[in-house]
């Protein structure tokens, strides 16, 4: 009888080592975890997994705008796209302290106050004139004072990187010249899905702004310059990476190498 209880205690004693074994191991697992996650080696890649997490997130967003607003055919439809769109970003947290109702408000009004194109982009080679850059453009065509001009090229495509822009101008390609004779032209290149009164326009692959030129001369050399094709005036809406959407006033884009 005494042998048995000796047996059961022994076995009662191993039964408690091994849990204490365990529960050891469990806390020094995740005391090993913790101290890896606060290691400086492995912040660098949760970040980086963070960041392409993020990254596929806009782009998943981003395309789907692309998707429905490729379907779009009336002023309506792009309007839903893009509230929907904006909610979408603001709930992902890609219009920082930007919040979408007040963006929606922004578009939602240009189509009052004159706006009647409906937009969406992603494109290389295109660049955005904001503000001050297209006061000091349209003052230049009117004065040849040099003060005029100086302060055109300090502001030409000052505000290109803004998230919401409220009449900019945009252009599609770049023009190479020496003297008066073009040696290059590149460009842009992407998709864009414009949306009128009268019908709709999709641009694939290459494709130039024909509104007008904006000539960008050289310091060092006069003879050399850079022109840029704007393609859409009264740009409302908004640009993230090269992704945009919104409302235009004016616009003119084409496939070919634009006019001098």
Known sequence: MKQKYLVIGICICAVVL???GSLSNVVGYQNVKSTVNDS????????????????????????????????????????????????????????????????????????????????????????????????????????????VEFLYHIFLFWNRDHLVHTGSYITFGKLYYCELFMYDADPAEGYIKIVSPNGETEF????????????????????????????????IGILIDNYYFGTVKEVDIGIDVPNQ
């Open 204 to 235: 694939y692959n290459s494709f130039f702004g024909q509104l007008e030129r904006i000539h960008e001369g050289s310091l060092m050399d006069p003879d050399i310059s850079n022109v840029y094709c704007i393609g859409i005036k009264g740009f």
């Open 40 to 147: 400086p080696f492995f912040q660098p890649s949760t970040q980086k997994a963070k960041m392409e997490t993020q990254e596929n997130e806009l782009d998943s967003i981003l395309e789907d705008i692309k998707e429905k607003i490729s379907n779009a055919n009336t002023k309506e439809d792009c309007k839903r796209v893009f509230k929907e769109s904006l909610i979408k970003l603001e709930k992902h947290g890609f219009l920082g302290d930007v919040r979408a109702d007040d963006v929606y408000t922004i578009i939602n009004n240009s189509y009052a106050s004159g706006n009647s194109f409906s937009v969406y982009g992603e494109s290389s080679q295109t660049l955005f004139l904001e503000h001050a850059g297209v006061y000091f453009y349209e003052l230049s065509k009117k004065s040849k004072d040099p003060f």
């Open 18 to 20: 091994l849990v204490l």
